[in-house]
């Protein structure tokens, strides 16, 4: 249990310090970063503990909102020693993103018994914070780039998911599962790793649909 708590701490952190960064793109003051941080921190597990139907994570313990404060103020005082912020935030996103993947696949797991269920949940913690950041701090959205973003969380939570069931240790599947998506998005941040995009056809005209 211990161990996995880790990557929900880290998940949290790193996904505060991506909101903050966006903050310091946006030049607002202190209250602005304590918003962004919040919001991206604690924005894929509060969706998910909703949709589980379990206490939301940080209304029962307050040290999730301690942590993205924290990290706010940190991030408040020392961003402007980054050269570059927005390579840094998508950084700091893919390791939230392989943290929250992992931990997200986990309590989907505990909570329903449902591998599939837990999948999705790994996917829906990994990614919803870093696209409210987005929407509302004005950014390219991360879920709309070309190289890969939600596969690199659904690789992650699968393998985690696979291994935990397979009952192997706790924390060699917490690993598996966070190293699979950290390389994948990694890898697509360096090298632009994307799937086939769709590409539309020309539409029939009108007189051609029977």
Request: net charge positive.
């Amino acid at each position: 249990m211990d161990q996995i708590i880790f990557f929900d701490y880290a998940g949290i952190a790193v996904f505060a310090a991506t909101g903050a960064l966006a903050a310091s793109r946006k030049q607002i003051d202190i209250i602005g970063f304590l918003f962004f941080a919040g919001l991206t921190g604690v924005g894929g597990g509060t969706l998910r503990d909703l949709i589980l139907g379990v206490p939301v994570f940080w209304i029962q313990n307050h040290d999730y909102l301690i942590v993205c404060c924290a990290v706010a103020v940190l991030v408040y005082f020392t961003s402007h020693l980054v050269e570059s912020r927005y390579k840094l935030l998508l950084w700091l996103d893919a390791i939230g993103l392989a943290a929250y993947s992992v931990f997200g696949a986990w309590k989907g797991l505990v909570v329903t018994g449902s591998g599939l269920v837990a999948v999705v949940m790994g996917i829906l913690t990994a990614t919803f914070g870093g696209i409210l950041r987005d929407q509302i701090a004005g950014e390219p959205s991360v879920l709309m780039r070309r190289e890969v973003y939600i596969t690199a969380a659904m690789a992650g939570a699968v393998m985690f998911t696979v291994i935990y069931i397979a009952q192997l240790p706790l924390l060699v599947a917490a690993l598996s599962g966070f190293l699979v998506a950290l390389a994948i998005r990694g890898g697509a941040i360096r090298y632009g790793w994307s799937l086939p995009a769709y590409k539309a056809r020309p539409g029939r005209r009108p007189e051609d649909i029977p």
